[in-house]
T-cell receptor
Framework: GENVEQHPSTLSVQEGDSAVIKCTYS??????FPWYKQELGKRPQLIID?????GEKKDQRIAVTLNKTAKHFSLHITETQPEDSAVYFC????????????FGTGTRLQVFP | ETGVTQTPRHLVMGMTNKKSLKCEQH?????MYWYKQSAKKPLELMFV???????ENNSVPSRFSPECPNSSHLFLHLHTLQPEDSALYLC?????????????FGNGTRLTVT
């Protein structure tokens, strides 16, 4: 079955710097790659997602890139702010339903002022 | 946001107790999920209900028993749990049938088994 690996497990950056989190997946049939953000004591929330028919997607300071050949995808956060501090989870699935999502182990991002 | 609500927020139970976790979604979604979140582990999918029918049961021990009486409510009945079952249990919902749909999570129930 699908396996998703996520790196790094922790990431500390200075406010204003960029942060990059990388994930690799094993199943070449995977076609949907969402990213969830979980602030301390709160629920995970979808922040951005990408489908296999595109290589990059941007939403303000957040972007996701996908390399299908290498089977990896990355989250890029530019101009980081203290409120970006959270745990970020990548996930991958195939088919057309969300019930097959496989999550990575998460990255704890700390942004220092 | 009150789209998916879970009760209780915290639960402490002994290994011989029986308790239930409750989840309710107000988003009109047709699929509901139970996930287990443990430290330094990926979110683990436990059960999926699609149109009230259970479609996934990822080798979850029988001491966890789900119930979905309608598309808005989901329960997780617990009995004779083990200390390693201590974790955050997250409920989620989504709208299936027209492509990938975001999961909307509740705030979770922090379960401690003593």
């Amino acid at each position: 079955g699908e396996n998703v690996e996520q790196h790094p497990s922790t990431l500390s950056v200075q406010e204003g710097d960029s942060a990059v989190i990388k994930c690799t997946y094993s199943d070449s049939a995977s076609n949907y790659f969402p990213w969830y953000k979980q602030e301390l004591g709160k629920r995970p929330q979808l922040i951005i997602d990408i489908r296999s028919n595109v290589g990059e997607k941007k939403d303000q300071r957040i972007a996701v890139t996908l390399n299908k050949t290498a089977k990896h995808f990355s989250l890029h956060i530019t101009e980081t702010q203290p409120e970006d501090s959270a745990v970020y989870f990548c996930a991958a699935s195939k088919g057309y339903n969300t019930d097959k999502l496989i999550f990575g182990t998460g990255t704890r991002l700390q942004v220092f002022p | 946001e009150t789209g998916v609500t879970q009760t209780p927020r915290h639960l402490v139970m002994g290994m011989t107790n029986k308790k239930s976790l409750k989840c309710e979604q107000h988003l009109g979604h047709n699929a509901m999920y139970w996930y287990k979140q443990s430290a330094k582990k990926p979110l683990e999918l436990m059960f999926v209900y699609n149109f009230k029918e259970q479609t996934e049961n990822n080798s979850v021990p029988s001491r966890f028993s789900p119930e979905c009486p309608n598309s808005s409510h989901l329960f997780l009945h617990l009995h004779t749990l083990q200390p390693e079952d201590s974790a955050l249990y997250l409920c989620a919902s989504s709208q299936e049938g027209s492509g990938h749909s975001p999961l909307h999570f509740g705030n979770g129930t922090r379960l401690t088994v003593t």
